[in-house]
């Protein structure tokens, strides 16, 4: 009798050792699930902070898509066309028919996005891009002097040697207009009398208007200048590089001085031709522009003549440059 308590015993010890054994593997598991579970929401956690790109980094990335010819544009016409495709006002030449263009990047309207500004290669027209809800806008200007672009997104301009100021982009949507910010209209006898001046499109009397000059003025900010863009380039130097060469060989870069009798002369490095089947070179000219201030309160932005002072020419392959004296038959060598 007491072998059979004995052996009782033993096997009711044994069940309680297995059932604690057994509860503890439950207890691990469920420590493990719950990590993993933790786990899984750390990782969710992680790919939730990752910042988005903002309005602005989506601006670039479709410009250079446009530019690319990976995306279309919108046109005036609500058309989705390729940039290649877009035209020139005043010539009605494509941006993939010229033979070379500029470009500048700057926020013209204020909203914190910047708008990419396009420059025929003879300078009077201008396409600019602007990126709004997901698309690309492109709006064509005839004759507005961007040229002349502040960093603050202002331009000067001018539609006659008499008529002339400065103004800026407004959007409304996909729509474009232009504001005025000041302007003036002035008459060949140069009686300051008959002139009429205005801010933001109201009439004002001259001192009206040279004090809110002067007031624009404290605030202005630099000008913007254009640099070469490269649609595609297929040569080893590009077109911003022999720039840069041609600035080298002649020790000097764009600049600007108020010389005496109210008159204002430009220097500019400019690209005069690119490089082409027959001729693998680009060629460089620089500029001097005259300019006259019609008053003593007013920048002056009324060309009076241009001049080509130096031409040089910068192998496309070589990145070799000489002074340009007639078309070379090939560049290559």
């Known amino acids: 009798m007491k072998k059979y308590i004995a052996l009782l015993l033993c096997w009711i010890l044994l069940l309680s ?6 509860s503890e593997n439950q207890d691990d598991l469920s420590s493990n699930e719950n990590t993993g579970s933790s786990d899984k929401k750390d990782d969710s956690i992680n790919h939730d902070n990752v910042t988005p790109p903002s309005e602005a980094e989506i601006a670039m990335e479709m410009y250079e898509a446009a530019i690319n010819n990976e995306i279309y544009v919108v046109d005036e016409h609500g058309r989705e066309i390729s940039l290649n495709d877009c ?9 993939g028919e010229c033979e070379f263009i500029n470009k500048a990047i700057l926020d ?7 708008e990419y500004i396009i420059q025929s290669g003879d300078e009077a027209d201008h396409i600019v891009l602007r ?9 064509s200007f005839e004759i507005i002097e961007f040229r002349h672009l502040n960093t603050n997104g202002t331009f000067y301009w001018f539609s006659n040697y008499w008529v002339c100021g400065l103004s800026r982009l407004k959007f409304n949507g996909s729509s474009v207009s232009i504001k005025e910010i000041y302007a003036m209209n002035m008459h060949e006898d140069t009686d300051p009398g008959n002139d009429a001046y205005y801010i933001e499109g109201e009439q004002v009397t001259y001192e009206e208007f040279i004090d809110q000059f002067n007031d624009y003025k404290r605030d202005h900010i630099a000008r913007k200048s254009f640099s070469p863009l490269e649609i595609a380039c297929s040569y080893p130097i590009s077109s911003a590089r022999a720039l840069e060469i041609a600035s080298e060989y002649w020790g000097v870069s764009d600049w600007d001085y108020d010389c005496a009798a109210g008159t204002t002369i430009v220097g500019r490095i400019v690209l005069s031709s690119k490089p082409s089947d027959e001729n693998g070179y680009y060629r460089i000219s620089w500029k001097q522009e005259y300019y006259r201030h019609a008053y003593p309160c007013w920048e002056g932005q009324t060309m009076t003549h241009t001049r080509v002072y130096k031409e040089v020419t910068v192998n496309a392959y070589t990145g ?10 090939d560049g290559k060598g």
Do not use: A, H, Q, W
């Open 17 to 22: 050792l297995f059932s604690c054994e057994l």
């Open 87 to 95: 035209r020139f006002i005043t010539n009605n030449v494509t941006v």
């Open 108 to 114: 013209m309207d204020g909203d914190g996005i910047n």
């Open 131 to 139: 990126y709004y809800e997901g698309k690309v806008y492109s709006y």
């Open 320 to 329: 070799k440059c000489r002074e340009y004296t007639e078309p070379m038959p």
